[in-house]
């Protein structure tokens, strides 16, 4: 079973929906991230988050650490949005590696 | 601008040849990583370096080669030992926290080199 899950593996939508990625991690974490790779496969940085929720436009990234669970949300999607999104957890007994999530292929229909 | 850069963008190689990808960061992070990635898995850490002229191991360093000559600069050498070297390479930088910790920051990443070797 791997350390950190992604659900769902694909998913698409039609323009406007709300959109929700989940990830759940197995491991004591300090930091969860949350990262978007562009079809073109460049891949940036969405979120790094401990606790709570942080905004960024329509993003919304929120993680409850009892749980071990974190969720990405997209208000008002859009056709741009249209990536891999990728969840990467921050192990506390950490030798400096981030366990990766598989990514969640998204596809936003016009 | 800041940024990490990449070259090539798409290398073609024959088998049992190396090959070096270069990767340059100019937002003066002390960590460097590369990463590969193959369709449908996530991404697995070769190497990663927390400073000059020191790097460590990754997940699947074996049938790769790294140096950190200089700060800005971590090229990564596919051997010929490398059994399957086709996929999508990383790299990408990071600051380093005064705890040793280098997770606590978010990683830049490069444009990525696809590497095909037939």
């Known amino acids: 079973k791997n350390e950190v899950e992604q659900s769902p593996q694909n998913l698409t939508a039609q323009e406007g929906e709300f959109i929700t990625i989940n990830c759940s991690y197995s491991v004591g974490i300090s930091a969860l991230h949350w990262l978007q790779q562009h079809p073109g496969g460049g891949i940036v940085s969405l979120f790094m988050l401990s606790s709570g929720k942080k905004k960024h436009g329509r993003l919304i990234a929120t993680i409850n650490i009892q749980e071990k669970h974190s969720s990405l949300h997209i208000t008002a999607s859009h056709p741009r949005d249209s990536a891999v999104y990728i969840c990467?957890?921050?192990?506390?007994?950490?030798?400096?590696?981030?366990?990766w999530g598989a990514g969640t292929k998204l596809i936003i229909k016009p | 601008d800041g940024g990490i850069t990449q070259s090539p963008k798409y290398l073609f190689r024959k088998e049992g040849q190396n090959v070096t990808l270069s990767c340059e960061q100019n937002?003066?992070?002390?960590?460097m990583y590369w990463y590969r990635q193959d369709p449908g898995q996530g991404l697995r850490l070769i190497y990663y370096?927390?400073?000059?002229?020191?790097?460590q191991k990754g997940d699947i360093a074996e049938g790769y080669s790294v140096s950190r000559e200089k700060k800005e600069s971590f090229p990564l050498t596919v051997t010929s030992a490398q059994k399957n070297p086709t996929a999508f390479y990383l790299c990408?930088?990071?600051?380093?926290?005064?705890?040793?910790?280098?997770?606590?920051?978010?990683?830049?990443f490069g444009p990525g080199t696809r590497l095909t070797v037939t």
């Open positions: 937002l003066n992070h002390d960590a």
């Open positions: 990467a957890a921050d192990p506390m007994d950490s030798n400096y590696q981030l366990i």
């Open positions: 370096s927390q400073i000059v002229n020191d790097f």
């Open positions: 990408a930088s990071s600051r380093w926290g005064l705890a040793g910790t280098i997770n606590s920051y978010e990683q830049y």
